[in-house]
């Protein structure tokens, strides 16, 4: 049970050129997310998915594509990087929350894959 | 206004001392969740709530429905309690306070 799994940790992207993010879980959760952390900032959540299948815009989707064709895997494209999108990011997933149930209902993150465009 | 508001932004204790950290949030929620994140990045989940307290270890987290807030309480605070502590609550989605940094001195 590996938990979740980010890969690249680290990656240094020219103006303009394209890349992936991935993204596993090993625990069949529902829910996956994925998140940008500018220095000294919050969490902005750009895209999220609640099932195989179905993804939604979050908060900054824009310069972003998600796909969810399996319940393990949630990568996150950037197309065309600029500047801007030089952050860390952070995939998540949790589970189902399930009423009344004491523990299980628990986030868990990546390490972070830290991007650069230059 | 941000869904998920948190207080203080920065809070620096002596080691020993209690700390408060205070979340509101603006949406109905399933539930919320306290965070903690190092120095290098990495988050974990210290609390799922739903509803009352819960307490791990010096650790304490009370939420009230009715009054749409939270708290997180470190009691015999220690220098490796040090981190970015961060509260995030379920609505349709997850969203995140922006986090309180908490620095503990010795």
């Known amino acids: 049970n590996a938990g979740v799994t980010q890969t690249p940790k680290f990656r240094i992207l020219k103006i303009g050129q394209s890349m992936t993010l991935q993204c596993t879980q090993d625990m069949n959760h529902n829910y996956m997310y994925w998140y940008r952390q500018d220095p000294g900032m919050g969490l902005k959540l750009i895209y999220y998915s609640v099932g195989a299948g179905i993804t939604d815009k979050g908060e900054v989707p824009n310069g972003y594509n998600v796909s969810r064709s399996t319940t393990e895997d949630f990568p996150l494209r950037l197309e065309l990087a600029a500047p801007s999108q030089t952050s860390v990011y952070f995939c998540a997933s949790m589970p189902l929350i399930i009423a009344g149930l004491s523990s299980g209902n628990t986030i868990y993150f990546g390490e972070g894959s830290w991007l650069t465009v230059v | 206004k941000n869904e998920v508001e948190q207080s203080p932004q920065n809070l620096t204790a002596q080691e020993g001392e209690f700390i408060t950290i205070n979340c509101s949030y603006s949406?109905?929620?399933?539930?919320l969740h306290w965070l903690q994140q190092h120095p290098g990045g990495g988050i974990v989940s210290l609390f799922m709530l739903s509803s009352g307290k819960k307490k791990h270890g010096r650790l304490i987290a009370t939420i009230n429905i009715q009054e749409k807030h939270s708290s997180l309480h470190i009691t015999a605070s220690h220098p490796r309690d040090s981190a970015v502590y961060i509260c995030a609550v379920n609505g349709n989605k997850l969203v995140f306070g922006a986090g309180t940094i908490l620095r503990v001195k010795s």
């Open positions: 949406v109905g929620i399933s539930a």
